[in-house]
T-cell receptor, first 113, second 113 residues
Framework: KNQVEQSPQSLIILEGKNCTLQ??????????LRWYKQDTGRGPVSLTI?????NTKSNGRYTATLDADTKQSSLHITASQLSDSASYIC????????????FGTGTRLTVIP | DGGITQSPKYLFRKEGQNVTLSCEQN?????MYWYRQDPGQGLRLIYY???????QKGDIAEGYSVSREKKESFPLTVTSAQKNPTAFYLC????????????FGSGTRLTVV
């Protein structure tokens, strides 16, 4: 069964600290993996997209890693800011079909001053 | 600026009423999608359309209907048959039918009163 699991479900960190969010998936055959940031009451915004051959991709203070062998990805946030408070959603694409996206339930990150 | 516009941002529905959520995109994207988001759950696909005048049911299509008369527009009607419609609804579009380059709208919060 194609599934995407994220951990932790929620996380609270102090402003300026780093944190790492996890995403494990069983989607096969794999096409790509995306991380989205979703502010409360808004639509998700893409942070990174990684294909099978990519191990690391950065977008400012956000760095995503992908281990296609173990089917794991992480999103590392460096020097967190209050504006990083949001839900972070991992989305994995299957190679075939138009209805081919599998969504994680997200990690709710709260950055406190 | 190109993007996806969802309206209204907030919508209230009385029991037994049908309501229609608007989704318009000026990205010249081929495929459009409707998702439902509930607390603690991943996004669930309601309907999707790969070309004009054609659409397919997603995982939770019961109680919903759509139309795709124009490439730019993909309205979603929540009918009285949908017994638990209170949720956050997200519209998305992609350039190709394979779901690459997802762009999300800002969402509509529907509440039954």
């Amino acid at each position: 069964k194609n599934q995407v699991e994220q951990s932790p479900q929620s996380l609270i960190i102090l402003e300026g600290k780093n944190c790492t969010l996890q995403c494990n998936y069983t989607v096969s055959p794999f096409s790509n993996l995306r991380w989205y940031k979703q502010d409360t009451g808004r639509g998700p915004v893409s942070l990174t997209i990684m294909t099978f051959s990519e191990n690391t991709k950065s977008n400012g203070r956000y760095t995503a890693t992908l281990d296609a062998d173990t089917k794991q990805s992480s999103l590392h946030i460096t020097a967190s800011q209050l504006s990083d408070s949001a839900s972070y959603i991992c989305v994995v694409s299957h190679q075939t079909g138009a209805n081919n996206l599998f969504f994680g339930t997200g990690t709710r990150l709260t950055v406190i001053p | 600026d190109g993007g996806i516009t969802q309206s209204p941002k907030y919508l209230f529905r009385k029991e037994g009423q049908n309501v229609t959520l608007s989704c318009e995109q000026n990205l010249n994207h081929d495929a459009m999608y409707w998702y439902r988001q509930d607390p603690g759950q991943g996004l669930r696909l309601i309907y999707y359309s790969q070309i004009v005048n054609d659409f397919q049911k997603g995982d939770i299509a019961e109680g919903y209907s759509v139309s795709r008369e124009k490439k730019e527009s993909f309205p979603l009607t929540v009918t009285s048959a949908q017994k638990n419609p209170t949720a956050f609804y997200l519209c998305a579009s992609t350039l190709g039918w394979r779901g690459d380059g997802y762009t999300f709208g800002s969402g509509t919060r529907l509440t039954v009163v």
